[in-house]
């Protein structure tokens, strides 16, 4: 199997966690797909008419994307339960909506920066975005400490992961004010093995 991904992106990182937490990471060769919306990779376009990464090219050639349906793929191969049963279930994959939506408003502001001329850049926007980002971290405060320090499953991967990547692109922002008990698991969650092994390299 060949994973299409570019190693900064948040998305991909979430199926690489997965990928060592299940110990599947020898069976999927990646593959650098690496470019901007305005000069997406051509290996890309060939998988994903989105142009999104990450895609996945199944041994049979056929391929799946978006990350959380790879997510999903690869918890079921290896029968890991990330995604839970019953009621759990759909925690799980509410939590992981929400950190993909979290992810989600980020890039915007991101790419807002680096791809929009500076003239036409629109600060509200990018304001707009950060509210969402910091309701989202309230309520993973407020209503989902409990979830986050149960058993591991693909709704923490996906949450740390999004956490992660707001320190890489908008540490400045300060996305722990009043959410103190959320940036103390977090502070655990990064420690593990799978969270150092897939830390984004710099720039």
Known sequence: MKLYHSPTSPYVRKVR????????????????????????????MARNPLTKVPALELADGSVLFD??????????????????????????????????????AALLIVFEGRLRPEEKQMEEWC?????KIERACAVMTHDWMGHLGGPLDMGQIAAGCALSY????????????????LA?????????ASMVATR???G
Not at 17 to 44: C, H, I, K, R
Not at 69 to 81: L, P, Q, S
């Open 67 to 104: 990350s959380r349906v790879i997510c999903a793929y690869f918890d079921d191969r290896a029968k890991a339960g990330l995604y839970q049963s019953g009621a759990a279930h759909w925690q799980a994959r509410t939590l992981e909506a929400l950190a993909d939506g979290m992810l989600d």
């Open 184 to 192: 103390a698991w977090f502070k655990a969650f990064e420690s593990r």
């Open 17 to 44: 966690v997965l990928l060592l937490e299940t110990g599947q990471s020898d069976d999927v060769e990646l593959v650098n797909a690496g470019g901007t919306p305005f000069a997406p990779s051509d290996a890309l």
């Open 166 to 181: 707001l320190d890489f692109r908008l540490d400045a922002r300060g996305w722990r004010k009043d959410n103190d008990a």
């Open 127 to 131: 304001d707009a975005q950060w509210a």
């Open 200 to 202: 984004p390299p710099t």
